[in-house]
């Protein structure tokens, strides 16, 4: 079956801009999770959903980074005023349910470049 | 805060070789560990999951193995074929939040024809 598919694959926006990058997971997949991850180093958790509700947001830098996912299954990154630092691959990641042993599939990624 | 650590950053070895790659983290009440496989441009790919009862775990020519009372995870790969170069990631997670994995920087790997 079709695996975690994320869009667009490429962005580049200027700063000060709003951005979207989609993601939708696995069908039947209950938990989402939102990555970043800059060059060289590996991805940072950002926020997991459960449903439709966000189970843990503690990993988002500021409140200019907000995510929802209002049916259960798409979700939707956004980034307000949008700055040079953003500049990253945003990765997703969907798993069955939230369960510890549950394997978390991941996408391709969004390469967000901030200009 | 849980913090993990990859040794080395790079890696470059011929064809055949067998090799290890090592993973290091702060806080020892994990709740799993898991090495994972990026290629240039590609999502993730989960190699071998460790719950922190277990001591190894094994998948064809891939062993990893994890002492928790010392921190230290290490991943081995047998024969090493050019495709597997490849950025190898290490990652834990916590009791406190088993869904969010604390990934290291990774070690990318080159194996020479």
């Known amino acids: 079956g079709a695996g975690v598919s994320q869009t667009p694959s490429n962005k580049v926006t200027e700063k000060g801009k709003y951005v979207e990058l989609r993601c939708d997971p696995i069908s039947g997949h209950t938990a989402l999770y939102w990555y970043r991850q800059s060059l060289g180093q590996g991805p940072e958790f950002l926020i997991y959903f459960q449903g439709t509700g966000a189970a843990d947001d503690s990993g988002l830098p500021n409140d200019r980074f907000f995510a929802v996912r209002p049916e259960g299954s798409v979700s939707t990154l956004k980034i307000q005023r949008t700055e040079r630092g953003d500049s990253a691959v945003y990765l997703c990641a969907s798993s069955l349910t939230s369960g510890e042993a549950d394997t978390q599939y991941f996408g391709p990624g969004t390469r967000l470049t901030v200009l | 805060k849980q913090e993990v650590t990859q040794i080395p950053a790079a890696l470059s070895v011929p064809e055949g070789e067998n090799l290890v790659l090592n993973c290091s983290f702060t806080?020892?009440?994990?709740?799993?560990l898991q090495w994972f496989r990026q290629d240039p441009g590609k999502g993730l790919t989960s190699l071998l999951l460790?719950?922190?009862?277990?001591r190894e775990q094994t998948s064809g020519r891939l062993n990893a193995s994890l002492d928790k009372s010392s921190g230290r995870s290490t991943l081995y790969i047998a024969a090493s074929q050019p495709g597997d170069s490849a950025t190898y990631l290490c990652a834990v997670s916590g009791y406190s939040s088993a869904s969010k994995i604390i990934f290291g920087s990774g070690t990318r790997l080159s194996i020479r024809p």
């Open positions: 806080d020892s009440a994990i709740y799993n």
């Open positions: 460790i719950q922190s009862s277990q």
